[in-house]
């Protein structure tokens, strides 16, 4: 086990690289996840005001196309 820790002369600077690589790491998950959440909430928004998804089915409809709204 003191092998696989004894890193020698430059253990700070390892230790360091790992640490800032996982603040980065950490740093991007925690970003998209608070950008999916906005997202989210930017698509309700949407739907609530009538603007629905190209994807979405309309409304009161089982499976027919929406008519194109120009």
Excluded: C
Aim: cysteine-free; hydrophobic content about 45%.
């Amino acid at each position: 086990m003191n092998a696989i820790l004894d890193l020698g002369e430059h253990a700070g600077f390892i230790w360091m690289a790992y640490g800032v690589s996982a603040l980065v790491l950490a740093g991007l998950i925690g970003w998209i996840r608070i950008d999916a959440r906005n997202q989210m909430q930017l698509l309700a928004d949407l739907e609530d005001k009538g603007i629905r998804r190209r994807s979405a089915p309309a409304r009161g409809s089982q499976g027919e196309k929406p008519s194109k709204q120009t």
